[in-house]
Protein backbone atom coordinates (compact mmCIF):
# COMPACT_ATOMS: atom_id res chain seq x y z
CA UNK A 1 0.00 0.00 0.00
CA UNK A 2 3.01 2.27 0.70
CA UNK A 3 6.45 2.12 -0.72
CA UNK A 4 9.36 3.77 -0.20
CA UNK A 5 12.42 3.54 -1.77
CA UNK A 6 15.92 5.76 -1.09
CA UNK A 7 14.03 9.41 -0.44
CA UNK A 8 15.48 11.84 0.48
CA UNK A 9 14.70 15.30 1.32
CA UNK A 10 16.95 18.38 1.49
CA UNK A 11 16.75 21.56 2.48
CA UNK A 12 19.39 23.55 1.14
CA UNK A 13 22.30 21.98 3.06
CA UNK A 14 20.39 20.44 5.67
CA UNK A 15 18.93 16.90 4.92
CA UNK A 16 15.84 16.42 6.75
CA UNK A 17 15.27 12.61 5.33
CA UNK A 18 18.29 10.87 4.61
CA UNK A 19 17.76 7.31 2.57
CA UNK A 20 15.44 6.16 3.82
CA UNK A 21 13.24 2.81 2.41
CA UNK A 22 10.56 1.04 3.93
CA UNK A 23 7.04 -0.76 2.60
CA UNK A 24 3.74 -0.69 4.97
CA UNK A 25 1.42 -3.42 3.33
CA UNK A 26 -2.43 -3.15 3.04
CA UNK A 27 -4.16 -3.77 6.04
CA UNK A 28 -0.98 -2.67 8.80
CA UNK A 29 -1.25 -0.29 11.02
CA UNK A 30 2.37 1.01 11.20
CA UNK A 31 3.90 3.49 13.72
CA UNK A 32 6.85 5.93 12.86
CA UNK A 33 8.46 7.29 15.48
CA UNK A 34 11.49 9.14 16.08
CA UNK A 35 12.86 12.14 18.36
CA UNK A 36 11.87 16.21 17.70
CA UNK A 37 13.58 17.15 14.28
CA UNK A 38 14.12 13.63 13.03
CA UNK A 39 11.99 13.51 10.01
CA UNK A 40 8.61 12.29 10.85
CA UNK A 41 6.50 14.97 9.78
CA UNK A 42 9.00 15.66 6.49
CA UNK A 43 8.70 12.19 5.53
CA UNK A 44 4.44 11.99 5.81
CA UNK A 45 4.11 15.10 3.87
CA UNK A 46 6.30 13.58 1.17
CA UNK A 47 3.78 10.71 1.28
CA UNK A 48 0.65 13.42 1.56
CA UNK A 49 1.74 15.26 -1.82
CA UNK A 50 3.00 18.15 0.64
CA UNK A 51 6.62 17.90 -0.03
CA UNK A 52 8.53 17.02 -2.83
CA UNK A 53 11.22 14.44 -2.44
CA UNK A 54 15.06 15.62 -3.20
CA UNK A 55 15.55 12.05 -4.34
CA UNK A 56 13.90 8.54 -4.11
CA UNK A 57 10.80 6.31 -4.89
CA UNK A 58 7.43 6.90 -3.45
CA UNK A 59 4.29 4.76 -4.29
CA UNK A 60 0.98 5.17 -2.15
CA UNK A 61 -1.71 3.32 -3.35
CA UNK A 62 0.31 1.86 -6.50
CA UNK A 63 0.28 5.69 -7.33
CA UNK A 64 3.26 8.36 -7.46
CA UNK A 65 2.34 11.75 -5.07
CA UNK A 66 4.37 14.03 -7.07
CA UNK A 67 3.08 12.93 -10.47
CA UNK A 68 -0.01 11.86 -9.66
CA UNK A 69 -1.16 13.87 -6.41
CA UNK A 70 -4.76 13.85 -7.01
CA UNK A 71 -4.89 10.05 -7.19
CA UNK A 72 -3.37 9.79 -3.93
CA UNK A 73 -5.07 12.55 -2.39
CA UNK A 74 -8.03 10.18 -3.14
CA UNK A 75 -6.58 7.27 -1.23
CA UNK A 76 -6.00 8.63 1.58
CA UNK A 77 -7.51 10.73 4.96
CA UNK A 78 -4.77 13.18 7.23
CA UNK A 79 -4.83 14.30 10.49
CA UNK A 80 -1.84 16.84 10.53
CA UNK A 81 0.08 17.70 13.60
CA UNK A 82 -0.23 21.37 13.10
CA UNK A 83 -3.90 23.10 13.34
CA UNK A 84 -5.73 23.00 9.82
CA UNK A 85 -9.51 23.74 10.14
CA UNK A 86 -11.36 26.64 9.40
CA UNK A 87 -12.05 28.80 12.51
CA UNK A 88 -14.53 30.67 10.77
CA UNK A 89 -16.70 28.13 10.24
CA UNK A 90 -18.43 25.95 11.88
CA UNK A 91 -17.87 22.04 12.71
CA UNK A 92 -20.85 21.05 10.92
CA UNK A 93 -19.68 23.37 7.78
CA UNK A 94 -15.74 21.87 8.03
CA UNK A 95 -17.28 18.48 8.02
CA UNK A 96 -19.60 19.44 4.91
CA UNK A 97 -17.03 21.15 2.74
CA UNK A 98 -13.98 18.22 3.66
CA UNK A 99 -16.70 15.50 2.39
CA UNK A 100 -18.11 17.40 -0.84
CA UNK A 101 -14.38 17.48 -1.33
CA UNK A 102 -14.38 13.89 -1.80
CA UNK A 103 -17.38 13.48 -3.69
CA UNK A 104 -19.35 11.95 -0.19
CA UNK A 105 -23.13 11.37 -1.15
CA UNK A 106 -25.50 13.58 0.12
CA UNK A 107 -26.84 11.04 2.58
CA UNK A 108 -24.00 9.10 3.41
CA UNK A 109 -21.99 12.42 4.05
CA UNK A 110 -25.11 13.50 6.81
CA UNK A 111 -25.16 10.24 8.36
CA UNK A 112 -21.25 10.00 8.92
CA UNK A 113 -20.72 13.38 10.02
CA UNK A 114 -23.95 12.57 12.42
CA UNK A 115 -21.58 9.80 13.44
CA UNK A 116 -18.24 10.63 13.97
CA UNK A 117 -19.28 14.39 16.04
CA UNK A 118 -21.04 12.03 18.13
CA UNK A 119 -17.57 9.39 18.75
CA UNK A 120 -15.64 12.94 19.50
CA UNK A 121 -18.33 14.02 21.40
CA UNK A 122 -18.90 17.23 19.86
CA UNK A 123 -22.37 16.81 18.21
CA UNK A 124 -23.62 19.34 20.52
CA UNK A 125 -21.65 22.12 19.51
CA UNK A 126 -21.91 20.63 15.73
CA UNK A 127 -23.42 24.64 14.69
CA UNK A 128 -20.38 26.55 16.98
CA UNK A 129 -17.83 28.41 15.39
CA UNK A 130 -14.31 26.42 15.79
CA UNK A 131 -12.75 29.92 17.12
CA UNK A 132 -15.27 28.88 19.70
CA UNK A 133 -13.12 25.54 20.55
CA UNK A 134 -10.69 24.77 23.19
CA UNK A 135 -7.59 23.46 21.43
CA UNK A 136 -8.34 19.84 22.86
CA UNK A 137 -12.17 20.53 20.86
CA UNK A 138 -10.35 21.50 17.77
CA UNK A 139 -8.15 18.21 17.95
CA UNK A 140 -10.71 15.92 18.17
CA UNK A 141 -12.54 17.50 15.11
CA UNK A 142 -9.90 16.76 12.81
CA UNK A 143 -9.69 13.57 13.84
CA UNK A 144 -13.37 13.13 12.47
CA UNK A 145 -12.88 15.14 9.83
CA UNK A 146 -9.87 12.83 8.47
CA UNK A 147 -12.20 10.08 8.96
CA UNK A 148 -15.32 11.05 7.33
CA UNK A 149 -14.86 9.90 3.54
CA UNK A 150 -13.44 6.31 5.21
CA UNK A 151 -10.16 6.60 3.25
CA UNK A 152 -7.97 3.02 2.40
CA UNK A 153 -5.51 4.67 4.06
CA UNK A 154 -4.82 6.97 6.96
CA UNK A 155 -2.21 8.97 7.65
CA UNK A 156 -2.25 10.42 11.91
CA UNK A 157 0.88 12.65 12.50
CA UNK A 158 0.54 13.24 16.50
CA UNK A 159 -3.06 12.40 16.62
CA UNK A 160 -3.93 12.19 20.22
CA UNK A 161 -1.43 15.02 21.31
CA UNK A 162 -3.35 17.33 23.89
CA UNK A 163 -6.13 14.51 24.04
CA UNK A 164 -7.34 13.72 27.64
CA UNK A 165 -7.06 8.83 27.90
CA UNK A 166 -10.59 8.61 27.94
CA UNK A 167 -10.48 10.44 24.41
CA UNK A 168 -6.97 8.60 23.43
CA UNK A 169 -8.68 5.12 24.09
CA UNK A 170 -11.97 5.92 22.80
CA UNK A 171 -10.18 7.28 19.65
CA UNK A 172 -7.77 4.28 18.84
CA UNK A 173 -10.03 1.99 19.47
CA UNK A 174 -12.13 3.27 16.77
CA UNK A 175 -9.28 3.23 14.46
CA UNK A 176 -8.71 -0.47 15.19
CA UNK A 177 -12.43 -1.17 14.29
CA UNK A 178 -11.92 0.75 11.05
CA UNK A 179 -8.88 -1.40 10.52
CA UNK A 180 -10.21 -4.49 11.39
CA UNK A 181 -13.78 -4.41 9.33
CA UNK A 182 -13.03 -2.28 6.68
CA UNK A 183 -8.91 -3.30 6.02
CA UNK A 184 -8.13 0.51 6.33
CA UNK A 185 -4.55 0.90 6.40
CA UNK A 186 -3.12 2.68 8.92
CA UNK A 187 0.44 5.26 8.92
CA UNK A 188 1.06 7.01 12.81
CA UNK A 189 3.80 8.84 14.55
CA UNK A 190 3.30 9.62 18.54
CA UNK A 191 5.20 10.29 21.14
CA UNK A 192 2.94 7.76 23.72
CA UNK A 193 5.35 4.63 23.29
CA UNK A 194 2.54 2.99 25.01
CA UNK A 195 0.25 3.75 22.70
CA UNK A 196 2.62 2.73 19.45
CA UNK A 197 3.46 -0.74 21.59
CA UNK A 198 -0.47 -1.30 22.16
CA UNK A 199 -1.91 -0.51 18.73
CA UNK A 200 1.05 -1.13 16.42
CA UNK A 201 1.81 -3.84 13.88
CA UNK A 202 5.17 -2.84 13.00
CA UNK A 203 7.25 -0.04 13.89
CA UNK A 204 9.59 2.13 12.33
CA UNK A 205 12.20 4.08 14.04
CA UNK A 206 13.71 6.80 12.13
CA UNK A 207 16.70 8.86 13.96
CA UNK A 208 18.59 12.13 12.40
CA UNK A 209 16.76 11.42 9.15
CA UNK A 210 17.58 7.63 8.55
CA UNK A 211 15.82 4.56 9.67
CA UNK A 212 17.68 2.87 12.41
CA UNK A 213 15.10 0.09 13.30
CA UNK A 214 12.32 -1.95 12.22
CA UNK A 215 10.15 -4.43 13.40
CA UNK A 216 7.37 -5.28 15.52
CA UNK A 217 7.00 -3.65 19.32
CA UNK A 218 8.39 -7.44 20.16
CA UNK A 219 11.43 -7.47 18.06
CA UNK A 220 12.52 -4.22 18.64
CA UNK A 221 12.04 -5.09 22.57
CA UNK A 222 14.11 -8.57 21.98
CA UNK A 223 16.62 -6.68 19.84
CA UNK A 224 17.54 -4.20 22.11
CA UNK A 225 16.99 -6.51 25.56
CA UNK A 226 14.71 -4.03 27.19
CA UNK A 227 11.05 -4.84 28.55
CA UNK A 228 9.55 -1.79 26.96
CA UNK A 229 9.21 -0.20 23.47
CA UNK A 230 9.97 3.37 25.56
CA UNK A 231 13.06 1.66 26.49
CA UNK A 232 13.99 0.06 23.31
CA UNK A 233 13.10 3.41 21.87
CA UNK A 234 15.77 5.18 23.64
CA UNK A 235 18.41 2.68 23.59
CA UNK A 236 18.49 3.22 19.67
CA UNK A 237 18.11 6.82 19.83
CA UNK A 238 19.49 7.91 23.35
CA UNK A 239 18.65 10.31 26.59
CA UNK A 240 19.55 13.57 25.21
CA UNK A 241 16.58 15.69 24.78
CA UNK A 242 16.26 17.22 21.38
CA UNK A 243 15.15 20.82 19.80
CA UNK A 244 13.39 21.30 16.15
CA UNK A 245 15.91 21.39 13.76
CA UNK A 246 16.76 23.61 11.03
CA UNK A 247 14.42 22.18 8.39
CA UNK A 248 11.35 22.97 10.28
CA UNK A 249 10.95 26.42 9.43
CA UNK A 250 11.74 25.92 5.66
CA UNK A 251 9.07 23.30 5.91
CA UNK A 252 6.47 25.52 7.09
CA UNK A 253 7.53 27.87 4.32
CA UNK A 254 6.36 24.91 1.89
CA UNK A 255 3.10 24.13 3.75
CA UNK A 256 2.02 27.40 3.40
CA UNK A 257 2.54 28.34 -0.22
CA UNK A 258 1.16 25.00 -0.71
CA UNK A 259 -2.15 25.82 0.78
CA UNK A 260 -2.74 29.12 -1.01
CA UNK A 261 -2.45 27.28 -4.15
Known amino acids: MIEVKNLTKKFDDFVAVDNISFKVEKGEIFAFLGPNGAGKSTTIKMLTTLLHPTEGILRVDGH ?21 LDDELTAVENMEFHGVLYDVPDKLRKERIEQLLKFVDLYDRKDSLVKEYSGGMKRRLEIARGLLHHPKIIFLDEPTLGLDPQTRNHMWSYIRDLNKNENTTIFFSTHYMEEAERVANRV ?26 EDAFLALTGNKIREETGGVAEQMRVMRRAWKR
Open 64 to 84: NPVTESDEVRRSFGIVFQDPS
Open 204 to 229: AIIDNGKIVAIGTPEELKENTKTSSL
